[in-house]
């Protein structure tokens, strides 16, 4: 149990089609104290209510930091090395030195602010926020990462993770080779980021999908 409590634990979160008053109340029922955005462009053309100026202006009125993380977390970098195929390609970001630098800052911050990480998607599962960032905080033996789901409940990474496995297996076939847990683990991760990663080859929009 000592090893559970004495980890630092940060949350994340998607704003999704809230009013701000329900993302306000979502972020205060967890007593979140930093709201770190991490989508690369923070602005919604169809929810403006979460574009990063009028954002920070009503957190800051709810005492809650906003700090933006979208150059060093966010997943469609202007780094062209970034991305393989016409595809971003998360272990490549990864591997930056921004990627790097922003993950350590999360860190060190926990250790006096609880902070929620926050991108657009509702389902973590379908964010970048959990299918990069996540997946290496959750390397970080001191991490304990909470998502804030859309009802208020909170779901554990491992109980994600878990969600995460669960679609891969359901895919497998008889003839599938028998792989180790880390093996099955990163190869969810990596199919999951297949499906949601931006491809530079399609129009590119200014805006998040929300």
Known sequence: MNHIINKKIIFTIGHSDHTVEKFINLLKKHLVTVLADVRTVPFSRIHPQFNKDYLSIILE??????????????ARPDNLSCYKNGQVDFELIAETNEFKAGLERLIKGCDNYRIAI????????????TILVCHHLAKHSSMNIMHILADGQLENHCETESRLIKITDSERTLFDREISDSERMEKAYKKREREIAHKKESKDKNYDEF
């Open 61 to 74: 009125k709810e005492n809650i930091k906003y700090v933006f993380l979208g150059k060093e977390l966010g």
């Open 118 to 129: 926050m991108c657009a998607e509702k389902e973590p599962l379908d964010c970048h926020r």
